[in-house]
C-alpha cells in the first residue's frame, strides 16, 4: 500500500474509533482503561519488533540508544511547549466555561501527540525494509481506534452533539499524514542514519506508552484490566506480524 494513503487511514481510524458512541450513551471507565491497555500494548510491540529491532541489525547500538534518548526527550519538550492536556485532565475538563476553546486546544494537543506515530509510518516506507510501513500503519491504525473512543466519549458525556465529537476524533488523527509525508520525503535524506531515525521513532512511541498510555489506564482501580488489555494488544501484533512475514 502506498504510504501517503496507509498514514491518512491510519490517522482517519481515531474517528473510526468514535463511531460506536453513535449508537451507545456512554462508555464504561473499565472498558475505556482495557482498550488503552489494549492500544499500548500494541505500541510496545510497533517500537519494539518493528523499528528498534530493525534498528539494532543496520546500525550499531550508540546509534540505537543515541536514538531512544532523542525520540523521548523530542516528546518531552513537546509536551513542555504544547498545552499540557491528556486524557485524564480531557475527562474533567469543565466544557461549560469556554468550551469551544477548550475542544479545540485539546484536539490540538492530541494531533501533535500523534506526529511521532505518523513519522513512524513514513520513517518504516523510506527504509527500504519490506513490510515495514505496512506493519507500523496497522498497527497504529488499531491503537487509534480506542484512543478516538476514549478521547470523544468525555466530549459527549460534557453535552456535546455525538457527531461533532466524532468529528474532533477525526481532525485529532491529521498530524500522522502530515509527519508521515516528512518522513517519507526525507528517505533517501536520512537513509545513512536510518538505525538511529528508526530508534527514534521508537523511543517516542515508548515515551507516548510510559507518560500517556499506561497511567491512565491504571488510575481508576482497573489495573488487572488493562494489564491483560497491554498483554491482548501484544498478542493481537504478534499475530499480525506472524500473517504478514509469516515466520
Request: glycine share 14%; charged share 10%.
Amino acid at each position: 500500500m502506498n504510504g501517503y494513503i496507509a498514514s491518512i487511514l491510519a490517522g482517519a481510524c481515531t474517528g473510526i474509533g468514535a463511531l460506536p458512541l453513535v449508537f451507545v450513551k456512554r462508555i464504561s471507565k473499565k472498558f475505556e482503561d482495557l482498550i488503552l491497555g489494549f492500544a499500548a500494548g500494541i505500541m510496545l510491540f510497533a517500537a519494539s519488533f518493528s523499528l528498534l529491532l530493525p534498528a539494532l541489525e543496520l546500525g550499531g547500538i550508540k546509534q540505537v540508544i543515541g536514538g531512544l534518548l532523542c525520540g523521548a526527550i523530542i516528546l518531552g519538550v513537546i509536551e513542555k511547549v504544547t498545552p499540557n492536556i491528556n486524557m485524564g485532565q480531557v475527562r474533567g475538563t469543565d466544557f461549560n466555561n469556554k468550551a469551544l476553546r477548550k475542544t479545540i486546544m485539546m484536539t490540538a494537543a492530541i494531533a501533535i501527540h500523534n506526529i511521532p506515530e505518523g513519522f513512524a509510518i513514513g520513517v518504516g516506507y523510506a527504509s527500504g525494509e519490506a513490510n515495514m510501513g505496512l506493519v507500523l500503519a496497522m498497527a497504529i491504525g488499531i491503537q487509534n481506534v480506542p484512543e478516538g473512543l476514549v478521547v470523544a466519549a468525555p466530549l459527549i458525556e460534557k453535552g456535546y452533539s455525538k457527531y461533532k465529537a466524532i468529528g474532533f476524533a477525526f481532525f485529532a488523527g491529521i498530524g500522522e499524514p502530515i509527519a508521515a509525508t516528512m518522513g517519507i520525503l526525507a528517505g533517501r535524506f536520512i537513509q545513512p542514519f536510518m538505525p538511529f531515525t528508526l530508534a527514534m521513532a521508537a523511543g517516542a512511541m515508548y515515551y507516548v506508552v510510559s507518560h500517556e498510555l499506561i497511567p491512565e489506564s491504571h488510575c481508576h482501580g482497573n489495573q488487572m484490566c488493562a494489564t491483560f488489555g497491554v498483554i491482548a494488544g501484544f498478542i493481537g501484533m504478534l499475530l499480525i506480524e506472524y500473517k504478514i512475514k509469516g515466520f
